[in-house]
């Protein structure tokens, strides 16, 4: 949508073909009529901050006042207890009790010394996260919960997972924003975010308006079924292209698309080619067929999927948390998120709504589950929290979605590279996005990655895609420049 966006306002024409009946993929915002009104909800908590200026101001050009600050309050739940997250040392410390909190400095303490005798080799997520906290505090706040999402032991996930998503933060950090709190200089956590008054959703919605106003179509309901191509022997290999400096890649070039919906199938030939259909799934639809190793590969890069449980609430307020995380393996649910803590517009006054996400496999017993079994799993935990009552519990609406995470196992990166290499060789074509490019982005990065694959077009100069979200540093950071703007 943002590549769509770009090139519209450039004058291009173009064609957005959706596989869902909705716009906006992992961001959009659904919305349920009851009998007291409308309850929307994204699919799981989205908030947006970034480093990127011209994103900022991309959403703004978009919304105009649909637009506003929120205070961030997040916990998660170890043990029936809530602390605050990410963590914060005075919080963790006054609920722990002596003895745990004793364990904590111990372990780190021994991993310190233990960095300086005999390093602990750093091959795997658990490596990096008991290097840097202790195994005490390392299982207290990450392993267990890394565990749930992936559905995999931390000594399985690549040590990428730990570098791309919490590079930076470190007890040292914690300590630091526990004892001055009010200190100037960068910000290791963010504590506030903005978010559009009727959901993530309104941005997609407002690329498709503007995008249909300009007379191009964006078809629902379709999906590619075939995509032709010609050039060089589908093994050449495909020389790299960084950012600003190369040009676009001579060689292959996409011809036609096939698309399918209801009505049929129908064949279009564009000059370009912008796709986030997962990996695994994109090289079946290459006619010719790409090389065996190309199959191969992609059909060893995985996803976890989610299924959502979407409650309404004859309460006025659930918690006080914009989300909740639940580490615990005896919760089957990893995250809960009240989305009238992020807009008063997400529920009619006087009641409110739990969107409660359970991950999983595609195919698997969580998969499998009907909507009266996962009420009956999820509703009674919740009330012992004193959440709400069953009584209270208005509706539930439940639905499912595969290849929401792409899976970092320990050999994820090679094979990624290998497709993502022989896609990158076509001149025409640009994969984008979390699964398009199965790299673990926020929504911000994969608006990123889109305009910058409309960028590439425009200029003929490819840009570099696949260093977005790159950066070595904890996740939780943003663009304070424009929220001081704001602020």
């Not at 649909?66 to 043990?79: H, I």
Request: charge should be positive.
């Amino acid at each position: 949508m943002a590549s769509a966006m770009e090139l519209v306002r450039a004058g291009k024409s173009v064609t957005v073909v959706e596989k869902a009946d909705q716009v906006g993929g992992l961001a959009k915002t659904l919305t349920y009529i009851e009998e007291d009104g409308a309850f929307r909800t994204d699919i799981g908590p989205h908030r947006f901050f970034s480093k990127n200026q011209y994103l900022y101001e991309f959403i703004e050009d978009l919304l105009k006042e649909e637009w506003r600050q929120v205070r961030r309050l997040t916990r998660f739940c170890v043990d029936g207890k809530f602390y605050l997250y990410p963590i914060r040392i005075r919080n963790v410390l006054s609920q722990i009790g002596m003895v745990k909190a004793f364990r904590m400095i111990f372990d780190y303490a021994w991993e310190k010394i233990r960095g300086l005798v005999a390093p602990r080799p750093q091959r795997s997520f658990e490596d990096y996260v008991l290097s840097a906290f202790g195994r005490t505090l390392a299982e207290f706040n990450m392993i267990g919960y890394t565990e749930k999402i992936w559905g995999l032991r931390c000594s399985e996930i690549s040590i990428n997972w730990a570098t791309q998503r919490i590079k930076g933060l470190s007890v040292v950090s914690a300590l630091k924003k526990a004892l001055f709190p009010k200190q100037s200089g960068p910000k290791t956590l963010i504590d506030s975010f903005y978010y559009p008054s009727f959901g993530s959703g309104c941005i997609y919605e407002a690329i498709r308006e503007r995008i249909e106003k300009a007379g191009n179509p964006v078809l629902l309901n379709t999906e590619p079924s075939a995509i032709h191509w010609e050039g060089k022997p589908a093994s050449a290999p495909a020389p790299s292209a960084r950012l600003g400096t190369g040009s676009a890649t001579a060689g292959r070039r996409v011809t036609d698309v096939d698309i399918r919906s209801s009505t049929g199938t129908k064949t279009l030939t564009p000059g370009s080619v912008i796709s986030s259909v997962p990996p695994s799934v994109l090289v079946k639809l290459f006619n010719p067929a790409p090389p065996v190793e190309i199959l191969d590969a992609a059909s060893k890069l995985k996803f976890r999927s989610q299924v959502y449980l979407f409650l309404i609430i004859d309460k006025n307020s659930v918690m006080q948390d914009n989300w909740i995380y639940f580490p615990d393996k005896n919760i089957p649910f990893g995250r809960i998120s009240e989305m009238k803590n992020f807009s008063t517009e997400m529920a009619p006054p006087g009641k409110s709504s739990l969107m409660i996400e359970f991950f999983c496999f595609e195919g698997d017993r969580i998969w499998n589950m009907d909507k009266n079994a996962l009420v009956n799993e999820a509703v009674p935990i919740l009330e012992r929290f004193g959440f709400f009552t069953r009584s209270q519990v208005l509706n539930a609406h439940h639905f499912r979605i595969a290849h929401v995470y792409p899976l970092y196992d320990l050999h994820y990166e090679e094979h990624a590279r290998t497709v993502m290499k022989w896609l990158d060789g076509f001149e025409n074509f640009y994969a984008v996005g979390r699964p398009g490019r199965f790299r673990y982005t926020n929504q911000d990065h994969s608006l990123e990655m889109g305009i910058l694959a409309a960028q590439s077009i425009l200029t003929g100069v490819r840009k570099d895609i696949e260093t977005v979200g790159a950066e070595q540093e904890y996740f939780e950071r943003g663009y304070h420049g424009a929220q001081g703007q704001r602020g």
